[in-house]
């Protein structure tokens, strides 16, 4: 197959990575290569997107690295001020505040609707998730609007946007430039996309290799460094004005599941529901990298 970033063939193996969720397919490993032409590393056979949307079904939501908690009514209880997944949106939204005071927000993958909630206030706007589970969660509890289905066919109905964020999304794509360039499009002139995605060029993924606990096909498909980013956002029209690494709230529970994989005692882990271990705690192995980008004038470069 062809780079999905550079377009050209021509790729090395780096590692072959078990699959766990589906033993059914033809191949019992994902194959992730580095393209030799860009540099950029992919799984070379990725999920379609039914298959994504199998991944994201209830029980995936309503973990405890990202469940909103909800009283015996059905609506939203008051400790989600605690929970991981409302305190990295809350710190998210100050990151944006740096760029913009105000304006339309599009959050793509939104998920529970976690970041539109802590956003609703400077940035409205709405979410589209491939799940139905998570979208119907949204407007049901949080009232927010959203669209159900693909990012890549969904049709948001000439549309334009402030902000776009998709936080821990675009590395569950096969195709990331089909996607920026569709973000870049959605766009009003000088607005911005924020990002989060796994640096496989980190110390960490370097050291841990096939063993890191990022290098999660079919969840993660396409693993970024800084420099092929750099190179996606630059040929689909981005200018880069913020890429740091800072850490995150998890959940304690997601940390002990992390922790079991990597030290191969996962069979021992069983999931976890007790109120301490929803407890969110700020982790930086410094191999997330964060983005902040701006629709560069002059649009999408010609490649
Ligand atoms: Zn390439």
Redesign the pocket.
């Known amino acids: 197959m062809s780079?999905?970033?550079?377009?050209?063939t021509g790729?090395e193996l780096l590692y072959r990575v078990p699959r766990e969720r589906d033993s059914a397919h033809r191949r019992a490993s994902y194959g992730v290569v580095r393209?030799?032409?860009?540099?950029?590393v992919y799984v070379s056979e990725p999920p379609d997107s039914s298959q994504v949307a199998a991944l994201y079904d209830r029980s995936f939501f309503s973990s405890s690295q990202q469940a909103l908690p909800v009283d015996e009514a059905g609506t939203l209880a008051p400790s989600y001020r605690s929970t991981a997944v409302y305190r990295n949106a809350e710190r998210r939204v100050r990151l944006l505040r740096e760029y913009r005071d105000s304006g339309r927000l599009l959050d793509i993958g939104c998920g529970n609707g976690g970041f539109l909630l802590a956003a609703a206030d400077t940035f409205p706007g709405l979410g589209v998730d491939i799940s139905e589970d998570a979208c119907s969660f949204v407007k049901r509890v949080l009232g927010f609007e959203t669209i159900c289905g693909d990012f890549l066919t969904a049709d948001f109905e000439g549309s334009s946007f402030d902000v776009v964020t998709m936080w821990d999304v675009l590395a569950g794509t096969g195709d990331p430039k089909a996607w920026l360039s569709k973000v870049n499009s959605l766009l009003k002139p000088g607005a911005v996309l924020a990002l989060t995605v796994p640096d496989v060029g980190s110390l960490c993924a370097r050291a841990m290799g096939r063993h890191w606990h990022l290098m999660i096909p079919p969840i993660v498909v396409s693993f970024f460094t800084e420099a092929t980013l750099r190179d996606v956002l630059h040929r689909t029209g981005f200018e880069v004005l913020y890429l740091k690494r800072p850490g995150k709230y998890v959940s304690l529970a997601f940390l002990i599941r992390k922790l079991a994989r990597i030290t191969q005692t996962r069979r021992y882990v069983r999931e976890y529901r007790a109120s301490l271990l929803k407890r969110a705690i700020y982790v930086n192995l410094r191999d997330i990298v964060t983005v902040v980008a701006r629709k560069a004038a002059g649009g999408e470069e010609a490649v």
């Open positions: 780079c999905p970033v550079c377009g050209k790729e393209c030799e032409h860009c540099g950029f």
